[in-house]
């Protein structure tokens, strides 16, 4: 299977996880300090970034499937991974298989919304995927600026002014061109409801990293995430939005580090 992915660094293997619409790049706040002391490799899932889409099903257990084989064969089973919102609840479901991936830091996993809360997360990926579209030939203006930035990833960073603007052009043409948004979004927002796990299951490490001001899974559904995976641990991130690695990236690195030095 053709997954196109970057590799920074030596050491043990760590594997990064993109979210809905993303890419590799996405990884960048924190690409050197991880590198530094790690392997790391970033993949772009299934129909995202320069990865082709998947030929048949497209969900997020099809996902799942295709980064199990790509860790096969790859040599990479067992590997400590970092996901990011539908990258975040997919890495759990690797977990809860058991033998595919090791520690896993899980930041802002989508899925365990409330009936409304679904609607509000479709609502907010989809406002920023047309804006991506409809805004492109404006982007590098809109990046190039703080005040504008701000506007832009408002649901998604309370300090999106700080990021720099190569990364939000980078984010914003992925959201804007990838292939499987609408179909992964359908599935994420309406499919069949991803299993837990029971207590005890999961035999490696599992950190959940939630932003205290996440305004696209909202801090409420955190509780949540811990029930149907009792085995996690909690992780909050003070004065963060959607994507900690954004807002606090020191934070994430040295939580992601501490985390997966076994």
């Keep these: 299977m053709l997954i196109n992915y970057v590799r920074r660094g030596q050491g043990k293997p760590l594997l990064l996880i993109h979210g809905l619409g993303s890419s590799w790049h996405t990884w960048q706040t924190i690409l050197e300090p991880l590198a530094a002391n790690r392997a790391v490799v970033a993949i772009d899932l299934p129909g995202f970034g320069k990865s082709p889409p998947l030929a048949g099903d497209v969900s997020l257990r099809s996902l799942a499937n295709a980064v199990a084989q790509f860790l096969r064969e790859h040599d990479l089973l067992g590997t400590d991974a970092?996901?990011?919102?539908?990258?975040?609840?997919?890495?759990?479901?690797?977990?809860?298989?058991?033998?595919?991936?090791?520690?896993?830091?899980?930041?802002?996993?989508?899925?365990?919304?409330?009936?409304?809360?679904?609607?509000?997360?479709?609502?907010?990926?989809c406002m920023s995927m047309r804006l991506a579209r409809s805004l492109r030939f404006a982007m590098p203006s809109i990046a190039a600026h703080e005040w504008s930035r701000a506007l832009l990833l408002a649901q998604f960073s309370p300090l999106a002014h700080r990021l720099p603007a190569a990364l939000v052009m980078q984010e914003m043409n992925s959201l804007a061109a990838a292939e499987s948004f609408k179909l992964?979004?359908?599935?994420?927002?309406?499919?069949?409801?991803?299993?837990?796990?029971?207590?005890?299951?999961?035999a490696?490490?599992?950190?959940?990293?939630?932003?205290?001001?996440?305004?696209?899974?909202?801090?409420?559904?955190?509780?949540?995430?811990?029930?149907?995976?009792?085995?996690?641990?909690?992780?909050?991130?003070?004065?963060?939005?959607?994507?900690?690695?954004?807002?606090?990236?020191?934070?994430?690195?040295?939580?992601?580090?501490?985390?997966?030095?076994?």
């Design 82 to 125: 970092v996901g990011s919102s539908m990258g975040a609840r997919l890495l759990l479901e690797l977990a809860r298989r058991g033998e595919v991936v090791g520690t896993v830091v899980s930041l802002g996993p989508g899925g365990f919304w409330g009936s409304w809360e679904r609607f509000a997360f479709q609502a907010s990926i």
């Design 184 to 202: 992964m979004l359908r599935d994420f927002v309406r499919g069949e409801p991803l299993e837990g796990s029971d207590a005890g299951s999961i």
């Design 204 to 262: 490696r490490p599992v950190v959940i990293g939630w932003g205290r001001l996440d305004r696209v899974c909202f801090p409420t559904q955190a509780a949540r995430a811990q029930q149907q995976f009792p085995d996690a641990r909690l992780h909050w991130f003070e004065g963060c939005g959607h994507y900690p690695h954004w807002d606090a990236p020191q934070e994430t690195a040295r939580l992601i580090l501490e985390t997966t030095d076994d």
